[in-house]
């Protein structure tokens, strides 16, 4: 079973539909993903009649997604008001052009430090995200300067220092950096 990926909304709402074997994938800034988890307030809430489907419209502040609720996780819905802080985990879903994620399980939150924990635990993965980058970049050209780096990436000369620090690449002359092979 894959983790669900700790995500900014903005990322599924932006991210490219990827059709593969075993459903569809979105492409984000951070590779392509299937489930995600989510946190945001509850901004609209939905219930059918016959109580077989539901949603809710969550904002994270980056923006804002139909997250829905199906038979066995109804009585969870009704649980949930607007303006409540929700964290939820679930599968990417396109319907009618519409991107949504199918929710498998939800939490209310009580503990607004919750959501600053969040953004940065985002934060410090979109981080290392960008050094993974970096190196890839710079091992497929066998050197880059770092002029190239900072035109690609915007935190481009923190990347490289963070790289070096950590021995994944050397200065052979001022300026051009290479792989440790």
């Known amino acids: 079973m894959e983790p669900a990926i700790k995500i900014p909304i903005k990322f599924v709402v932006d991210g490219k539909i990827v059709e593969e074997e075993g459903g569809i994938r979105i492409q984000t800034p951070v590779g392509k993903i299937r489930k995600v988890r989510?946190?945001?307030?509850?901004?609209?809430?939905?219930?059918?009649?016959?109580?077989?489907?539901?949603?809710?419209?969550?904002?994270?502040?980056?923006?804002?997604?139909?997250?829905?609720?199906?038979?066995?996780?109804?009585?969870?819905l009704k649980k949930i008001q607007p303006g409540d802080l929700v964290d939820v985990v679930g599968r990417i879903s396109v319907y009618q052009e519409e991107k949504s994620i199918v929710c498998d399980c939800c939490a209310i939150l009580h503990d607004m430090n919750w959501e600053l924990l969040r953004k940065l635990e985002i934060l410090e993965n979109l981080k290392g995200n960008r050094e993974k980058e970096v190196l890839e970049y710079i091992r497929k050209?066998?050197?880059?300067?770092?002029?190239?780096?900072?035109?690609?990436?915007?935190?481009?000369?923190?990347?490289?220092?963070?790289?070096?620090?950590?021995?994944?690449?050397?200065?052979?002359e001022p300026g051009v950096f290479k792989p440790v092979e």
């Open 38 to 76: 989510v946190m945001g307030r509850v901004v609209a809430k939905f219930v059918n009649e016959d109580e077989t489907y539901g949603s809710i419209v969550l904002d994270d502040e980056t923006e804002t997604i139909r997250v829905k609720f199906f038979r066995e996780m109804i009585e969870k």
């Open 141 to 172: 050209k066998g050197k880059a300067e770092l002029s190239e780096i900072m035109a690609r990436w915007e935190n481009g000369k923190e990347v490289i220092e963070k790289l070096k620090e950590m021995g994944e690449i050397y200065e052979p």
